[in-house]
């Protein structure tokens, strides 16, 4: 038995990120073990709306047996999410030793869709920048070390020019939105990349962030100043709280909620929540 406050009763420290062991920064794709670790992906969806991450990643897709008693809306032929994924592993292969790999076991459809999108994005500038920068590190893994736990996430291209780095996002969406609502909707994502980056490599210089959309040839710049991320670690360490609190369960919802656009709209969970 100890005494109270010795050394013994301190919870371990969180390690620093250059000290994590390689074997936890193996691609995770989707976000289990969030007693260790919370995808930045999952804790974005959460902030938007804590019923759509309950719905996308721990209840199934619309066509997954919870919602079989339910309207499903229509479901794509093929899902988004395999066509964006194939399109990051196209790229990860393009800048890469095997350019041609990432066609293999592909679907077709979703190879098809990535073909079509290709072209348009060899036509825009930051292509050019891509191939000619420095160094680039590919489907990048990092970590955020915060008191609340670690945040783990994959930036899809870092770019080195000079003293300068800048994050590349790709997106194979086409949003209805002008940029600063884009930047609006991704400001915790790209803060997160900050955090994790400046943590790992304080010493090198500028930050900035680019969210890049091929099917429109559209380019989205982020700044990333040094006082957002001070800003950000405290809002950021207590949303981290917050999931781990709430996640796993439906949330009540308001009559006269201001609803974000949301890819369940038509299932009617969230309209008898708000009946309720």
């Known amino acids: 038995m100890t005494s109270a406050g010795s050394a013994e009763d301190a919870p371990p420290a969180l390690p620093q990120p250059g000290a994590l062991d390689p074997a936890l920064l193996q691609p995770l794709r989707v976000d289990i ?34 919602f079989r008693h339910v309207e499903v809306p229509h479901v794509a032929p093929v899902d988004p999410a395999v066509v964006g994924d194939l399109f990051h592993r196209r790229v990860e292969c393009h800048f890469g030793p095997s350019p041609t790999a990432w066609a293999i076991g592909a679907d077709a459809e979703a190879r098809a869709r990535v073909e079509a999108l290709w072209p348009m994005f060899e036509a825009m500038p930051v292509f050019a920048r891509i ?17 609340s736990g670690l945040l783990r996430g994959r930036v899809d291209l870092l770019l080195r020019e000079g003293a300068s780095w800048e994050v590349i ?17 991704h400001r915790l994502q790209m803060l997160c990349y900050l955090l994790a980056l400046r943590a790992r490599a304080p010493e090198q210089g500028v930050w900035s962030a ?41 949330h009540p919802v308001y009559p006269n909620a201001a609803c974000p656009p949301c890819p369940f709209e038509r299932l009617p969970i969230c309209r008898r929540l708000a009946r309720a």
């Open 169 to 185: 996002d790709f997106k194979t969406g086409t949003p209805a939105e002008d940029d600063e609502s884009i930047r609006a909707r």
């Open 210 to 250: 680019r969210l890049v959309y091929p099917a429109e040839g559209r380019e989205v710049v982020v700044a990333l100043r040094e006082a957002d991320a001070a800003q950000a670690l405290g809002e950021i360490d207590a949303l981290v709280r917050r999931f781990k609190r709430e996640r796993g369960r439906l």
């Open 131 to 147: 191939a000619a920068a420095a160094e680039r590190l590919v489907e990048h893994d990092i970590v955020v070390v915060l008191p």
């Open 33 to 66: 073990d969030e007693d260790r670790f919370v995808a930045i992906t999952a804790l974005e969806v959460f902030a938007r709306c804590p019923n759509w991450h309950f719905l996308e990643r721990e209840a199934g897709r619309p066509q997954a047996a919870w």
